[in-house]
């Protein structure tokens, strides 16, 4: 009887209503979370010698060695992170092992995938002990599967320790005709020589922020978003040579910005980065001479939240693209701006002389060094600032400062244009 009634209670009580209808919104929400999402650097990762940005020179290299059987046994790929060194070990084990076969396609994408039960992906961080090096070794002497070659990929190989390095020479040096090695490092003075001569070292360079660029217009293109070549542009320069790390970024621009567009507005306020045209006004105050303006932009910078030693930086890598275009010309691969910063850096370069900028950068550096020691750092910044602005006449001071002995923090002047001195 009592259960019969407990049944009655509970009919005739309200159902509890879900989590998401209680809470606006995360009902729509919801199914889009749990979709599974790939990151940019993942999707887009280089699958052929073609689409390893950069490092031209060493695809076709591999190619070559491929095509006329010229393979060695043990390979050292040395460079910075995110410049496709372990992208282009997955490329030549997949040109090695699965080439030419029925099967070809279906090996060649486990090896992509990191997969493949005769391409051993191993990493040197998390299995760097001689233990794991003699696991390697009596691997190594088991037959392939079904391809032509056991290949062993180790990726950060200089956590390997000494003993496990040790452990690996006489392998390394006369390995079974079936195994290759292909080790990859960033920091390749840690690799003993004695590895390293039984290897064939390729060093993959940083890549250019143009074409960091030009790779990310075609991910965004594919996409289907919308963005602004400045923006694209300074994603590039802040990778500072790792395609990986461009695309890291720019997924995270793409995760602000929903359904809009990627301007150079977004990338300020979610990587916290001054605005860009702020530091051009200031630069091109001080090629006119304008110390007021100059000195009006310094404060919106620092209003903004940059950091007196971030303007610094900013204002040296803004002479320095300056002193680039003056010298080689606006239109040089070595200026890296979208063409519309290109012509303002065209028209700001012919406020300076080459050796003006220069001599700014030096400045700007000796000034940087002085406000992380100082208890008035932003009395240092303005006055370096005015003295940017006011330069010419400045240059007798210098002179005699370099005549009887320049002070510190006061290097001579180089005026940018020729001012009469002051009566």
């Given at each position: 009887m009592a259960s019969s009634t407990k049944k009655k209670k509970d009919a005739d009580a309200p159902a509890e209503e879900p989590a998401s209808s209680l809470i606006p919104?995360?009902?729509d929400a919801a199914p889009a979370a749990t979709k599974s999402y790939t990151v940019l650097a993942r999707r887009y990762r280089s699958r052929t010698f073609d689409e390893v940005v950069g490092q031209e020179s060493i695809s076709r290299t591999l190619q070559n060695a491929i095509s006329t059987g010229r393979t060695a046994h043990a390979y050292l790929f040395c460079g910075t992170r995110g410049v496709g060194k372990t992208s282009m070990a997955r490329i030549f084990a997949r040109a090695l092992n699965a080439h030419g076969q029925v099967q070809a396609r279906e090996i060649g994408d486990a090896i992509m995938r990191g997969e493949d039960i005769d391409v051993v992906e191993i990493d040197?961080?998390?299995n760097r002990g001689i233990d794991d090096a003699r696991d390697l070794i009596a691997g190594a002497g088991?037959?392939?599967a079904r391809s032509a070659y056991k290949i062993y990929i180790i990726d950060e190989v200089h956590m390997?320790?000494?003993?496990a390095f040790n452990a690996l020479l006489k392998t390394m040096e006369e390995p079974p005709a079936h195994v290759k090695f292909i080790l990859c490092t960033t920091e390749a003075h840690k690799v003993p020589a004695t590895i390293q001569s039984r290897c064939q070292r390729f060093d993959f360079r940083n890549i250019a922020a143009t074409k960091i660029s030009g790779h990310l217009k075609d991910v965004l293109a594919k996409e289907s978003i919308a963005a602004d070549d400045a923006a694209v542009m300074q994603v590039a320069r802040l990778a500072n040579g790792s395609m990986r790390d461009g695309l890291s970024l720019l997924d995270r621009l793409v995760a602000a910005s929903g359904d809009g567009r990627i301007t150079a507005q977004l990338l300020s306020e979610?990587?916290?980065?001054?605005?860009a045209s702020v530091v051009a006004a200031?630069?091109?105050?001080?090629?006119?001479?304008?110390?007021?303006?100059?000195?009006?932009?310094c404060a919106a910078l620092l209003e903004g939240g940059t950091s007196i030693?971030?303007?610094?930086?900013l204002m040296a890598d803004r002479f320095r693209t300056l002193m680039v275009a003056a010298v080689c010309g606006a239109d040089s691969e070595l200026v890296e701006l979208a063409e519309e910063a290109r012509a303002d850096a065209a028209r700001d370069a012919k406020s300076f002389e080459p050796a003006t900028l220069a001599h700014l950068i030096a400045v700007s550096d000796a000034v940087l060094r002085a406000v992380k020691q100082s208890g008035a750092p932003r009395t240092l910044f303005d006055a370096a600032v005015v003295r940017m602005a006011l330069a010419a006449?400045?240059?007798p001071v210098g002179e005699a400062a370099a005549a009887g002995g320049s002070a510190a923090g006061a290097p001579p002047g180089l005026p940018a244009k020729k001012a009469p001195r002051p009566m």
């Amino acid at each position: 009887m009592a259960s019969s009634t407990k049944k009655k209670k509970d009919a005739d009580a309200p159902a509890e209503e879900p989590a998401s209808s209680l809470i606006p919104g995360l009902e729509d929400a919801a199914p889009a979370a749990t979709k599974s999402y790939t990151v940019l650097a993942r999707r887009y990762r280089s699958r052929t010698f073609d689409e390893v940005v950069g490092q031209e020179s060493i695809s076709r290299t591999l190619q070559n060695a491929i095509s006329t059987g010229r393979t060695a046994h043990a390979y050292l790929f040395c460079g910075t992170r995110g410049v496709g060194k372990t992208s282009m070990a997955r490329i030549f084990a997949r040109a090695l092992n699965a080439h030419g076969q029925v099967q070809a396609r279906e090996i060649g994408d486990a090896i992509m995938r990191g997969e493949d039960i005769d391409v051993v992906e191993i990493d040197g961080a998390s299995n760097r002990g001689i233990d794991d090096a003699r696991d390697l070794i009596a691997g190594a002497g088991i037959a392939p599967a079904r391809s032509a070659y056991k290949i062993y990929i180790i990726d950060e190989v200089h956590m390997l320790t000494t003993p496990a390095f040790n452990a690996l020479l006489k392998t390394m040096e006369e390995p079974p005709a079936h195994v290759k090695f292909i080790l990859c490092t960033t920091e390749a003075h840690k690799v003993p020589a004695t590895i390293q001569s039984r290897c064939q070292r390729f060093d993959f360079r940083n890549i250019a922020a143009t074409k960091i660029s030009g790779h990310l217009k075609d991910v965004l293109a594919k996409e289907s978003i919308a963005a602004d070549d400045a923006a694209v542009m300074q994603v590039a320069r802040l990778a500072n040579g790792s395609m990986r790390d461009g695309l890291s970024l720019l997924d995270r621009l793409v995760a602000a910005s929903g359904d809009g567009r990627i301007t150079a507005q977004l990338l300020s306020e979610v990587l916290g980065m001054p605005d860009a045209s702020v530091v051009a006004a200031l630069v091109s105050a001080i090629g006119t001479g304008d110390a007021r303006s100059a000195l009006e932009h310094c404060a919106a910078l620092l209003e903004g939240g940059t950091s007196i030693e971030q303007a610094l930086e900013l204002m040296a890598d803004r002479f320095r693209t300056l002193m680039v275009a003056a010298v080689c010309g606006a239109d040089s691969e070595l200026v890296e701006l979208a063409e519309e910063a290109r012509a303002d850096a065209a028209r700001d370069a012919k406020s300076f002389e080459p050796a003006t900028l220069a001599h700014l950068i030096a400045v700007s550096d000796a000034v940087l060094r002085a406000v992380k020691q100082s208890g008035a750092p932003r009395t240092l910044f303005d006055a370096a600032v005015v003295r940017m602005a006011l330069a010419a006449r400045f240059a007798p001071v210098g002179e005699a400062a370099a005549a009887g002995g320049s002070a510190a923090g006061a290097p001579p002047g180089l005026p940018a244009k020729k001012a009469p001195r002051p009566m």
